[in-house]
């Protein structure tokens, strides 16, 4: 999830064209970073069934307009919903996203991402398990959630997983930044396309797929060959942090978070690296809960199934926005986070030691709450098959 302010229920939040055999999707939310709502959540959700269903679309390409493509879920209309007691509305919105999600995960024709800018939360969700993921020199990753008391949900638990090494725990942990090198390095993304040519290459697929009948339905290796007509291999920086998985697997494969950062900071005594006291220092800044939480979830996703990540996923959200065991760290937290800027939020409990591993335990239970229900995912008889390099 991420955050926005939105007073724009009566734009176009989701724009839909038709093009011949193509449809395109466009997030339209520039202002707020194309952060999902409920209402284009739902747009979205109706319109990829219908195209799954319709002989006639061979194609669908989706993108942000803006300097984003989409920074996350709109955390700041949830906080507003639970702050008024409205819990149903946070259900809904949950239920849907998540659904969505699999929908695009498992979808039977060919989807591309064009992701020229931010992808977090749950922007990352809709589009990292999709088959094509295009970055460029401006896509910017990240999953910030334990900073303001959630946790990397929105199908992380499963792409984050199978990162190389403990990357991904490392990710979900520190909430850290990477760029598109790192992303097509480490798996995130597929191709990596120079902004200035996404708009060819997004013409040469529309051209394609409308005129070309010789073209198969829902064949992946035509679009990949005419993607691979723009792509480039982009050279990862000096300070990239792909360049320290070795410590970042022995700091990060660590049984517990005490252990992670116990390691982070023998690390930094070791040697001066501005990688790894941002790292120390992420950690130390968010929900010591949260981040029990999360790294238990990153790694019960390695053995999981997608669909079996999204209902563990749902279950967590759904402990932590009823609030359950006294938990208030989302709650006050996400107050704290996006409508009083810069105040400053103690979680409860503070440190890492207080937190007892019972307590986590609890998230990861069955909620059994009329409120709330049970994720159920409608069933998808083909397997998902998530693109690798």
């Not at 939105?6 to 176009?12: A, F, H, K, T």
């Not at 319709?54 to 493509?69: E, N, Y």
């Not at 517990?256 to 006291?277: F, H, N, Y």
Request: glycine share 6%.
């Amino acid at each position: 999830m991420a955050s926005s302010v939105s007073s724009d229920r009566d734009v176009n939040q989701v724009v839909f064209e038709a093009t011949s055999c193509v449809r395109k999707v466009t997030l339209n939310r520039p202002r707020q970073l194309n952060c999902l709502t409920f209402e284009m959540i739902s747009q979205l959700l109706r319109a990829f069934k219908e195209y799954e269903q319709d002989p006639q679309v061979r194609l669908v390409i989706v993108k942000g307009k803006g300097k984003a493509f989409c920074a996350g879920g709109d955390v700041v209309r949830v906080i507003q919903s639970m702050l008024g007691g409205d819990y149903r509305s946070v259900l809904d919105f949950y239920r849907k996203q998540l659904t969505l999600d699999y929908l695009v995960a498992t979808y039977k024709k060919p989807v591309v991402f064009l992701i020229n800018g931010a992808v977090m939360g749950g922007g990352a969700g809709l589009s990292m398990n999709a088959k094509f993921r295009i970055i460029t020199e401006n896509t910017v990753f990240a999953m910030p959630e334990a900073s303001f008391g959630h946790h990397p949900d929105v199908g992380a638990s499963y792409f984050l997983s199978r990162l190389p090494g403990h990357f991904g725990e490392c990710l979900g942990l520190t909430g850290a930044k990477i760029n598109g090198s790192e992303m097509l390095a480490c798996g995130l993304a597929t191709h990596f396309v120079y902004s200035k040519d996404i708009e060819s290459m997004e013409d040469a697929l529309c051209r394609a797929f409308s005129s070309n009948t010789s073209l198969e339905f829902g064949h992946e290796s035509d679009v990949s060959r005419i993607i691979k007509e723009f792509v480039h291999n982009p050279v990862l920086k000096e300070g990239s942090s792909l360049k320290r998985l070795e410590v970042i697997n022995h700091c990060f494969g660590k049984d517990t978070v005490e252990d992670i950062l116990s390691a982070l900071e023998k690390e930094a005594t070791r040697m001066d690296d501005k990688w790894i006291t941002n790292a120390i220092k992420s950690m130390k800044f968010a929900s010591p809960t949260s981040l029990k939480i999360s790294l238990r979830s990153i790694r019960e996703g390695r053995k999981q199934s997608l669909r079996q990540c999204l209902s563990r996923e749902f279950n967590i959200s759904s402990r932590i926005v009823l609030r359950s065991f006294n938990y208030n760290d989302f709650y006050e937290g996400g107050k704290a986070f996006f409508f009083d800027k810069g105040k400053k939020f103690k979680w409860e409990p503070s440190k890492l030691e207080q937190v007892q591993d019972a307590t986590v335990m609890q998230f990861f239970e069955v909620v059994h709450d009329d409120r709330w229900g049970y994720l159920e995912i409608p069933d998808r008889s083909h397997e998902l098959k998530r693109s690798k390099l």
